[in-house]
């Protein structure tokens, strides 16, 4: 899964940054316009997903890796996931609160 997630990560990637140079220095509405744009909303919310799964089945490795004792190990990773789950959440919200606002 960490592999899809990378595969789907680069285009992603490559449009947000594309897209971010190409609207340059703009103004607080104009931005809210770009991000009201539903191909700019969807886009936006596959990135968050795609990018806070990739990182946290990277943090899971990593911590599955180097962190012996087993109690430890659980609780770290049931708190990468609870964190990842509530940044991306926010982050989503934060994109639909703006694209679905009146």
């Known amino acids: 899964m960490q ?3 990378a595969i789907a990560l680069v285009p992603l990637t490559v449009w947000l ?3 971010l ?4 220095t703009v103004d607080y509405a104009q931005t809210v316009h770009w991000i009201r744009t539903p191909a700019v909303s969807i ?5 968050i997903a ?10 899971q490795v990593v911590v599955e890796d180097y962190v012996q004792v087993e109690w430890k190990k659980t609780a770290t990773l049931i708190a ?3 964190l990842a789950i509530a940044v991306a959440a926010t982050a989503a919200f934060s994109v639909l609160r703006i694209a679905l606002r009146s």
Do not use: E, M, Y
């Not at 140079?21 to 340059?24: S, T």
């Not at 886009?43 to 990135?47: I, K, P, Q």
């Not at 795609?50 to 943090?59: D, R």
């Open 3 to 5: 592999r899809v997630t």
């Open 21 to 24: 140079v190409a609207i340059g």
């Open 80 to 82: 990468v996931k609870l």
């Open 43 to 47: 886009a936006l919310l596959l990135t």
């Open 50 to 59: 795609a990018l806070f799964h990739h990182a946290q089945l990277g943090l």
């Open 17 to 19: 940054v594309g897209s």
